[in-house]
């Protein structure tokens, strides 16, 4: 097909693999739309305010705008309803937030497709593809459209996302290079978009895409599942409700007891509505929200990608990491580094005649489009590639670690070319002891070297006969030795994971001397040994948990071995973060504590069954990411502590006065003020508030840690106590000593807004190592919370409406500086004796 073609399929688009143009591309996009079963589902504003508008603190503040109104206090119902929406517009300023990074974490997220375009190969976003794009289909990854299968392997795929059969169907190339324009997909060759390719590699040509495809037919309800709540927001929620059932309780117990003692139900109402609105901790769901939103932003903007909101919560706990060697701890940048000949028995040049040669039948063992970075490398070093396609591949199995590919001979026989682990070829090619020994030599001494090994061998047939080539007698040609040096920022990645108590275990299918080897190179941790797979397979559970806890280099290990080292090493209690990017993968990543796919190299099945993609690779990313997950549990817990410090405050203040017979200190608008402090203090200040100095210098957290543990909560409330305790003492002084109780009310209130501040600085950590845009924004909030008190007590509608009389300058001075020194004090009080017990 040429590239301008509108068929949907054609003989000269395998021939040339040329592909469709890019601006063919540009207008069938245009004409057939995105890739796509639906649009991704996201909160718009309207669904947003709508969701807040339902909570139960706007509902109360509404009630009490009612009240007011009812009772002819226009001044006092419009301010308390400016007011009321004021605090849900903050809300939903946070929420729009969250949503902003969730979407553009989703758009990082969305998959990609590897296709032929202008003759190039390149990768696009998959909601890109059109009709007639050649797309490259690998193992472990998802087809991103119907399609028919045009050249490559015999496929193994899973639809049962299609059908709800388990079985894979078997899928054949067309069996002529010429379909003509317009005929129906065979059935044998026909692609299905979502089906999961379970074995093999092929050249796809798209027929339908988004909702014309087989999928989108059946309903776009499979496109965008969400997300289940995580463990700290169910937890939150519990907590709100129970609070929330208790503020009601108590406003019930107000109302009746100013009802029924006192015979005054309005000033009951009013008082109920207060207590209502200062008990309830809305703030707590919309903070956890923000929080693992930005956060989780943050960790994408340091290249590791969460798809599990859950994971942000875990990556800071993490124990133990269990890497791959290759592209994760060395550079993935594959360069053939020596040549070993059978037929010479030594080490030889690639110039070299019998190098050359071997050359040449390792890269006709390599994929014609190479991903593979060996597959890279061996065409980079040897420009010997053949014009034609191969007639067939046999990937790798289990049984046998080598691939082999099939080449039609000029004289109608068939030439076979295989590539893989040495001792799969050895098997092949069957060597008698004396060559197996001499080549076994050759193997130890590349990978002592820390060069990743290779066998290579051919087998020839008179004719082609089809089949399986496994009875072929092989010829051995030699080895192929490959160097890929260690990252640079390896060594000092594992020295800060060591430094915070996480372990690295390294997991990898080269040989021992070569796992070895690197390891010591990237300096990690050899000194108990390698345990190989045959070893690990041979041991008992018990024997593993203990071999586990002392061995950090694993060799010649299978994929599917990986599930027994991840359920060992948690058996012993560890928190689990495993490395994976292939098809068997999967089942390890989904049990451990993080699964984390790789985001250059990974396949789908094995990024859908991880919690985090690394989108780099890259160790240090991790490590990085871990360091960024303690930072954010750190300020959950001090926004938290925050939270409850000064809503006892709130709460006491509405609560004591009724109970004690003495005049109100709060009415709803004096609480609407402090929630307008409240919230973007949670939301920008303690958010944006840096690690602590030694967060890395810690061990991980347990695994059972909450963010309000029992002794820290029990702190919190302790503090707020106290500051409860100054303001309320504070208040019945003044009245004692003869003050008007609207003059000792306003004393009362820049006391707890100057506490309240005073706490948020030492919590928060805005006043001693914030960094520059934590510390504006505290400056902000705190310089607009003094203008608001100011105006509220000089103002005099402003000081009738919040039912202040302006106290003198020294009470006034004198309530703002002990509030400000009580907050400072207390809040650093409780920092120090938990770094005490800590």
Not at 313 to 339: F, H, P, W, Y
Not at 517 to 537: E, K, M, W
Not at 699 to 710: C, D, I, K, M
Not at 818 to 829: K, R
Request: glycine content about 12%; aromatic content about 4%; some cysteine.
């Amino acid at each position: 097909m040429s590239a301008d073609s509108t068929a949907p399929l054609g003989g000269s688009v395998v021939r040339d693999l040329q592909g469709l143009s890019e601006a063919e591309a540009a207008r069938r996009l245009a004409q057939d739309g995105l890739n796509r079963l639906s649009a991704p589902r996201r909160r718009r504003l309207p669904q947003i305010v709508r969701d807040v508008l339902r909570e139960p603190m706007f509902l109360l503040l509404l009630a009490a705008v009612g009240f007011y109104f009812v009772l002819g206090d226009m001044a006092e119902a419009v301010f308390l309803l400016f007011g009321a929406f004021a605090t849900i517009g903050l809300v939903v300023v946070q929420e729009a937030r969250s949503e902003r990074a969730l979407a553009a974490l989703k758009a990082l997220a969305e998959p990609t497709a590897r296709v032929i375009r202008d003759g190039a190969e390149r990768r696009i976003a998959a909601a890109e593809l059109v009709r007639g794009d050649l797309v490259l289909l690998g193992e472990g990854g998802r087809a991103p459209a119907d399609g028919v299968l045009v050249a490559g392997d015999v496929l193994s795929i899973d639809e049962s996302v299609l059908t709800g059969e388990s079985a894979p169907v078997v899928r054949t190339p067309l069996a002529s290079k010429e379909t003509p324009e317009g005929a129906e997909t065979p059935e044998h060759a026909s692609i299905s978009a979502g089906g999961l390719l379970v074995r093999g590699h092929g050249l796809a040509c798209v027929t339908a895409t988004g909702p014309a495809t087989r999928l989108g037919q059946i309903g776009a309800a499979l496109a965008d599942a969400t997300e289940p709540p995580t463990p700290l927001q169910r937890t939150t929620r519990r907590l709100v409700g129970v609070l929330g059932l208790c503020a009601l309780g108590l406003s019930g117990a107000v109302l009746v007891a100013y009802g029924l003692l006192r015979g005054d139900w309005i000033a009951g109402g009013l008082a109920a509505l207060t207590v209502g609105i200062a008990l309830i901790p809305e703030e707590f769901p919309m903070v956890l929200a923000v929080f693992l939103a930005l956060g989780g932003w943050r960790l994408a903007k340091g290249q590791v990608l969460v798809r599990r909101t859950a994971a942000i919560e875990a990556l800071g706990g993490i124990s133990v990491l269990c890497v791959d060697k290759t592209g994760t701890l060395t550079r993935n940048q594959m360069s053939v580094a020596a040549l070993w000949s059978a037929e010479a028995g030594r080490e030889v040049p690639g110039s070299d005649g019998a190098g050359a040669a071997l050359l040449q039948a390792a890269v006709l063992a390599s994929a014609v489009h190479p991903l593979d970075p060996m597959d890279r490398a061996l065409h980079a070093e040897c420009a010997c590639a053949r014009s034609d396609l191969p007639l067939r591949s046999f990937p790798l199995r289990p049984d046998r670690l080598a691939f082999i590919q099939a080449w039609a001979g000029s004289a109608g026989d068939v030439l076979y070319a295989a590539k893989g682990a040495p001792e799969a070829v050895f098997d092949l090619c069957r060597l008698g002891a004396g060559e197996r020994t001499a080549a076994e030599a050759a193997v130890t001494a590349f990978a002592r070297r820390g060069l990743r090994v290779l066998g290579v061998a051919q087998a020839e047939r008179p004719s082609d006969a089809g089949g399986d080539p496994g009875g072929e007698v092989f010829r051995f040609d030699g080895l192929v030795a490959f160097e890929d040096p260690v990252r640079e920022d390896v060594p000092p990645a594992l020295a800060a994971a060591a430094t915070a108590g996480v372990k690295v275990a390294m997991i990898t299918g080269d040989f021992p001397d070569t796992a070895l080897a690197i390891a010591r190179d990237a300096g990690l941790d050899a000194s108990g040994g390698v345990l190989t797979g045959a070893q690990l397979q041979a041991l008992a559970d018990g024997d593993l948990r203990e071999a586990v806890a002392r061995v950090r280099v694993f060799a010649r290990v299978a994929p599917d071995q990986k599930l027994r080292l991840v359920r060992a090493l948690q058996a012993n209690g560890e928190r689990v973060g495993m490395f994976g990017d292939g098809v068997n993968d999967a089942p390890a990543l989904e049990a451990a504590d993080v699964g984390v796919a790789m985001g250059g190299r990974g396949v789908d099945v094995a990024r859908e069954a991880s919690d985090l993609i690394l989108l780099d690779d890259r160790f240090a990313s991790v490590v990085a990411g871990i360091a960024e997950g303690r930072r954010i549990f750190a300020n959950l817990k001090a926004a938290l502590a925050y939270l409850v410090v000064v809503h006892i405050p709130m709460a006491g203040l509405a609560l004591l006065p009724p109970l004690l017979g003495v005049p109100p200190v709060l009415f709803p608008m004096q609480v609407v003020l402090l929630e307008l402090v409240i919230d973007p203090m949670c939301a920008l200040v303690f958010e944006s508030r840096p690690a602590a100095g030694d967060a890395m210098r810690r061990p991980p957290r347990v695994a059972a840690a909450s963010l309000l543990s029992p002794p820290r909560l029990v702190g919190a409330i302790a503090q707020g106590l106290l500051l409860l305790a100054g303001a309320f003492g504070l208040y019945l002084a003044l009245l004692r000593g003869g003050q008007d109780a609207t003059a000792a009310r306003a004393a009362a209130f820049v006391f707890v807004v100057a506490a309240n501040l005073g706490a948020a600085a030492v919590l928060a950590g805005a006043g001693t190592r914030g960094e520059g845009r934590q510390r504006m924004a505290f400056a902000a909030i705190a310089g607009l919370a003094a203008a608001g008190v100011a105006a509220a007590l000089t103002v005099p509608p402003l000081a009738e409406l919040f039912v202040f009389s302006t106290p003198s300058l020294a009470t006034s001075g004198t309530a703002a500086g002990i509030g400000l020194a009580a907050g400072l004090t207390v809040a650093a009080a409780g920092r120090l004796r938990r770094r005490a017990v800590a």
